[in-house]
């Protein structure tokens, strides 16, 4: 298995790999929509992201991005459906922590789907229900109240039969 870091400059091919895994992952294997997955994405030379290739195949993927100078944030953590439960994810965690560190990062965050969040905790990182995961998006305006949604409770799970969770780390 090959590790790569995307970072500025990195060929075409690695964002279409890392492309390929949501996909994969979240528009066939969870039905989120496609305009919907990639609607906050900045530009490819923008994106820093961890992918994992296998016999020439794109396996899994993730971003990251740097709320502030000493937080790191996972996100868009995918492994393709063929090969979740077969340790990539953990193996890509590691990776992207790996990489935070190298920048001096000491707080991490991902923004998990619940179901997810045991996952997490196996590697150490804590859930915090008390803070709304947004906070640390990019296109989260900090001024913008959140959006009211009468028909569903707080933590009720929402269309795509999920509710987003912050899980973090301090190294």
């Given at each position: 298995?090959?590790?790569?870091?995307?970072?500025?400059?990195?060929?075409?091919?690695?964002?279409?790999?890392?492309?390929?895994?949501?996909?994969?992952?979240?528009?066939?294997?969870?039905?989120?929509?496609?305009?919907?997955?990639?609607?906050?994405?900045?530009k490819e030379e923008?994106?820093?992201?961890?992918?994992?290739?296998?016999?020439?195949?794109?396996?899994?993927?993730?971003?990251?991005?740097?709320?502030?100078?000493?937080?790191?944030?996972?996100?868009?953590?995918?492994?393709?459906?063929?090969?979740?439960?077969?340790?990539?994810?953990?193996?890509?965690?590691?990776?992207?922590?790996?990489?935070?560190?190298?920048?001096?990062?000491?707080?991490?965050?991902?923004?998990?789907?619940?179901?997810?969040?045991?996952?997490?905790?196996?590697?150490?990182?804590?859930?915090?229900?008390?803070?709304?995961?947004?906070?640390?998006?990019?296109?989260?305006?900090?001024?913008?109240?959140?959006?009211?949604?009468?028909?569903?409770?707080?933590?009720?799970?929402?269309?795509?039969?999920?509710?987003?969770?912050?899980?973090?780390?301090?190294?």
């Amino acid at each position: 298995m090959e590790i790569y870091r995307i970072e500025k400059g990195a060929e075409t091919w690695k964002y279409k790999a890392y492309d390929y895994v949501r996909t994969d992952a979240f528009c066939v294997g969870q039905s989120i929509p496609i305009e919907l997955e990639f609607s906050h994405d900045e530009k490819e030379e923008d994106l820093q992201a961890v992918i994992l290739i296998e016999d020439h195949k794109p396996v899994a993927g993730c971003r990251i991005a740097f709320p502030d100078e000493k937080t790191g944030k996972i996100e868009r953590v995918c492994v393709v459906r063929e090969k979740q439960k077969g340790g990539y994810g953990r193996i890509l965690i590691q990776e992207a922590e790996n990489w935070l560190k190298e920048y001096g990062v000491n707080h991490i965050v991902i923004s998990s789907q619940d179901r997810a969040a045991g996952f997490y905790e196996k590697l150490g990182y804590q859930l915090n229900p008390e803070v709304d995961p947004s906070v640390y998006d990019k296109h989260h305006k900090q001024e913008e109240k959140p959006k009211q949604e009468p028909s569903r409770p707080k933590n009720a799970p929402g269309p795509f039969g999920f509710t987003c969770v912050l899980v973090e780390k301090y190294l």
